[in-house]
């Protein structure tokens, strides 16, 4: 760590060890309703599978069998797995490509999933997609995007169809804090409010677009203040509280599902690795990570909870780690063990068969 | 069972790094996300996080070492109760079997070592196929006399009759009626929430477009013209292009994408220009660009019809022209197939759109001086049927193309390569491709029309060819 500064100063670089308060809202978390043994239980299941997933990806990126871009999700775990308990079936996921924890958290297979990241067969887009174009209609995932903001107005046509076709349900549209600046994110927030679309955009602010912190990239830093002129309702959440997530997701939910429009939340979370694998991280101090890791994470706050309340042992929590390194495992053996694309496949699914 | 921790690939490319600095020693207890060393690449110093917890029981790599290969175990972390000497046989067993955990033929193929896997590309006809083209019409139908504008209309509002998921959206379609009139009437019969004006938000409505299609709605997205939709691009692209692709056939995008392209008159370089070459390089899209009414109504009854995203260019020039449509009760025709506007065995001139204006008029002309060149109407630029511009040149042996779009990487150059490879010895000159000039379109009257292609370049092109 104090090498990484040392280095970056030799660069040149300024390195502010400043930690920022997360949100006003973790100052009060009597304000934060309380989860159910279940629902607790629940929430570190999931948050803990994204983690070890992530994990065992940056392993097997650093073996060379994941190649390209792997843009991991450690850290933000709180973020979709809240949402995803405040959400109905049928509510449809849409983010960019910092997107495995997505996909785990609508249910789609970690074997489809890692094998995917491996560029198999058996991956979710038959290892054409790579890790950041996976689609599941089954589980209402529709990807996975490349390109910063783009998600956004695809995000809200996908509530254009729930809105078309009255089935009830809400579209959660993801995207980061560097996305927030896109123009097609205010020509979206305009759609959406004018047609009163049924969509809830969850602005993932982990506080740097790649390289660049959110004070250096925005004229203003409060995101979920940014939809404002278009009457859409926005508010700050502590997305490292899964508690916090979920309560703050079901009342968006419901108020987008009630033919309000859309809402804003602006999830205040945090990266624990890098923009994507090939960065060293040397914008912001180790420090930062470290208090983040030690003081919120979400998973350990999840841990003390059901500690404290004794609705889990020590043990019993690494029986559930246990299981969830197995499941990791088995999806890692498959992604190595199943057998590439057949050179075929090169020429399938341009075009649908008319 | 102890760990090894192996070196890791730190970017796309990486295969070597030097350990620069190891920031734990043998014995200490390590936890998930400590930093334990420093690796040098070519690019950054990178740190390398343990990923599990245990005790560094050995350390394999000594600090300072360079070019040490990705994948080579640097350390190994013991378990709970594990001594050193499990840590060194498992370090010995990992030297062996850390290369087989790539799969073999992986690096080689990636690095274009290796080609005999390759595929090639479906493999296309030797020849041409010698298909009749298919009868379109049946005979004695009555046909009616309607411009290109009301065909366009009349398969919008058939199609949405049919399938109430499909809808409309853009700029002044709805209470306007249409920039160009196209969608007129459309408002009054299928009502606001199936006829959506827009706002000027090119590159929003069409992603939220395309959101509508992968949600399984059939949009069609009209554009007022299609230079704006270069705002659009990333969406029509990347995210409608390329997701059925991308979702490994799982996903794709239902959408047509329509309005008028090319230049219009006198409306300078920022709203005239030709986007036929541009679509047709992507795969993953169609492009249809038609020429007369019933080809217009026919085309694109079968575009909102088709899965996939659908290029869909008309012309401001052609609306308001008329053509003698089929009246029929569903008048589809197929996506890929040219016709033959009109038959002749001295040179073939292939066009689409509006350049076909300028291939029929030269062929009337130069049919006066005893020249009989046939016509070739591609209809759609992608998938292209090369097979039909083959099969007349195999009749003519001479080629000419018309479109009005810039010269380089144009359509008509397409054409000419096509020809080269599939049709050499069929050839007795040079194809000549008559297009745009390489120029932004200009304002001054004189001056865009010199622009422009004519009809005596056309004429000329096609004497050119013959030697004549």
Partial sequence: MAQSQAAARQAGEEVQVRPEPVADAEADDSKVPELSKDAELSAYRSMLLIRRFEEKAGQLYGMGLIGGFCHLYIGQEAVVVGMQMAAIDGDQNITGYRDHGHMLATGMDPKGVMAELTGRRGGYSRGKGGSMHMFSKETHFYGGHGIVGAPVPIGAGLAFANKYRENGNVSMTYFGDGAANQGQVYETFNMAKLWQLPVVFVIENNRYGMGTSLKRASATTNLANRGLSFGIPGEQVNGMDVRAVKAAGEKALEFARSGNGPMILEMLTYRYRGHSMSDPAKYRAREEVQKMRSENDPIEQVSHRLQEKGWASEDDLKAIDKDIRRIVNEAAEFAQADPEPDPSDLWTDVYAEA | ?468
């Fill in chain 2, 1 to 468: 069972m102890p760990t090894n921790i192996l070196m890791p690939a730190l970017s796309p490319t990486m295969e070597d790094g030097t350990l620069a600095k190891w920031l734990v020693q043998e014995g200490d207890q390590v936890a998930a996300g400590d930093v334990i060393a420093e690796i040098e690449t070519d690019k950054a110093t990178m740190e390398v996080e343990a990923v599990d917890e245990g005790r560094l029981g050995k350390i394999l790599v000594g600090e300072g070492t360079e070019g040490v290969k990705v994948n080579t175990p640097i350390a190994v972390i013991l378990g709970d109760g594990e001594d050193a000497s499990a840590a060194e046989a498992a370090a010995a067993s990992a030297a062996v079997e850390a290369p087989a955990a790539a799969p073999q033929d992986t690096p080689a193929a990636a690095n274009g070592e290796d080609t005999s896997d390759i595929a090639a590309p479906p493999p296309a006809a030797a020849e041409p196929s010698q298909a009749e083209e298919q009868i379109e019409v049946p005979e004695g139908t009555e046909m009616v006399e309607l411009t290109v504008r009301e065909a366009l209309r009349d398969a919008m509002a058939e199609e949405m009759r049919r399938d109430g998921e499909v809808f409309v959206m853009g700029e002044e379609v709805a209470e306007y009626q249409g920039a160009y009139k196209v969608t007129q009437g459309l408002l009054d019969e299928f009502g606001a929430k199936r006829v959506i004006d827009t706002p000027i938000t090119e590159h929003g409505f069409a992603g939220l477009g395309v959101g509508a299609a992968f949600a399984g709605l059939k949009p069609i997205v009209e554009f007022m013209t299609w230079n704006f939709a270069m705002q659009a691009m990333d969406h029509i692209i990347n995210s409608a292009a390329k997701t059925l692709y991308m979702a490994g056939g799982q996903m794709g995008c239902p959408i047509v994408f329509r309005g008028p392209n090319g230049a219009a008159a006198r409306v300078a370089a920022q709203h005239s220009q030709d986007y036929a070459a541009w679509y047709s390089q992507v795969p993953g899209l169609k492009v249809v660009q038609p020429h007369s009414a019933a080809d217009a109504k026919g085309l694109l009854k079968a575009a909102i019809r088709d899965p996939n995203p659908i290029i869909f260019l008309e012309n401001e020039i052609l609306y308001g022209q008329s053509f003698a449509v089929p009246k029929l009760d569903d008048f589809v025709l197929p996506i890929g197939k040219a016709k033959t506007s009109r038959s002749g065995d001295a040179a073939t001139i292939v066009s689409f759109g509006i350049g076909m204006s300028y291939a029929l008029k030269a062929a009337e002309a130069l049919a006066e001086e005893g020249i009989a060149a046939e016509v070739i109407d591609l209809r759609t630029i992608r998938p292209m049927d090369i097979d039909a511009v083959i099969r007349s040149v195999q009749k003519t042996n001479r080629c000419v193309t018309v479109e009005e779009g810039w010269p380089q990487s144009s359509v008509g150059s397409h054409i000419s390569a096509e020809l080269m490879t599939k049709a050499f010895d069929h050839l007795d000159a040079p194809v000549i491709n008559v297009t745009g000039k390489d120029v932004p379109m200009p304002y001054a009257a004189n001056l865009e029309k010199l622009a422009l292609p004519s009809v005596k370049e056309v004429v000329e092109a096609v004497k050119s060819v013959s030697y004549r």
